[in-house]
C-alpha cells in the first residue's frame, strides 16, 4: 500500500456526478463520473458518491488515511456553513443535509458549494484566472452561471447568492423574454446558447434572406454554434445577432467590473468556444461601459479547464476546509 495524501473534488450535475482525486496542489490524480442518481428525490446520491470513492481508493491500492477532505459542488441554492441543500430542482433535493449525509457516508470532512462557485475557484487556482485575487467567472452554457472571487475568496453574500450574473436585467420593457427565474429580461435569456438560439430564430423571421435561414430551413432549429459558423461566412444577420449579445454583456461586465475593479474575467462554457468571434466584439463594447482605470486593470480569458474546472474547483474548498 501506498500512502499518498490527496483531496476528493465532487461536482454534481444534472446527469453525471465527476469525481477526482487531486494532489494537494491541484493536480488531478485521476478523474471519472458516475450517474445522477434521482430515483427518491436523490436519496442516494451521498451513497453512491461514497462507494464510487472506496471502490477507486481501492483500485488505486491506497490506503484509507490517503484522502484528506471532500470538496464538493451542487446545484441549487445552498447553505455554505450547514452545507444544507435547500432546493436543487434538477436533482430533487428539498432541504436536504447533504454535508452531513455524505461525512456520515465517507468518514471524510465535507466543504460544500454551489456547482458555479467552485468552477469559478478551479479556474482561479490551476486555470486560467491565473491566482488572480480578483476575479470575475462567468459560464455561457445552457444558462448564464457566475462566480465572484473578491481577495481570493468566492463572495456568498447574504444569503448565498451573491454571482447570480445570470439574472442581471438587460432588457427592462416589455420585449424581455421570460427567463426560468420568473422574471423577465435576464442576461440568461440572450447570452446563453439557448438565448443566442432564440434570438437567431427571431432574427430569421425578421430578415429571412440570410445564411442562417437556409440553416433554419434544413434543420427545422438553429443552435449558438450556428450563429457563430454564420458570422465566419460573413452573414449580416449572424454578426449583428452578434453586436446584440456582445452590447449586452459587455454592458453586464462592465457595470461589474465598475464595482469590483476585477483583474481578470473569465468566460467558460460551450458558448466562450466561439473564441475571438465573440471576445472582440465583447471585449469594445465592455471598454465603452468600464471606467478607464477598471478597463486598464482588466484582462479578458477564456476558461482553460473544462470540465475538471468543478472537480480541481472542489478539490481547492477541500483545502481550505
Ligand atoms: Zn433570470
Redesign the pocket.
Known sequence: MVSKKWFVGVDIGGTTIKLAFVTLDGDIVTKWEIPTNKIDDGKHITSDIARAIEEKREELGVTNDALKAIGLGAPGFINMESGFIYHAVNIGWKNFALKDELEKETGLSVTVDNDANIAALGEMWRGAGDEAKNLLCVTLGTGVGGGVIVNGQILHGVNGMAGEI??LTSITDESGAP?????TG?L??IASATGIARLAMEGVQKQPDSILQTVFERQGTLTAKDVFDAVKAEDELAKSIIDEISFHLGLALANLANALNPEIIVLGGGVSKAGDLLMNPLKEQFKCFALPRVEEGCKFRIATLGNDAGVIGGAWLAKQG
Request: proline residues 0%; glycine residues 20%; aromatic residues 0%.
Open positions: 445570470g439574472h427567463c426560468n427565474c420568473g422574471k435576464c440568461e435569456t
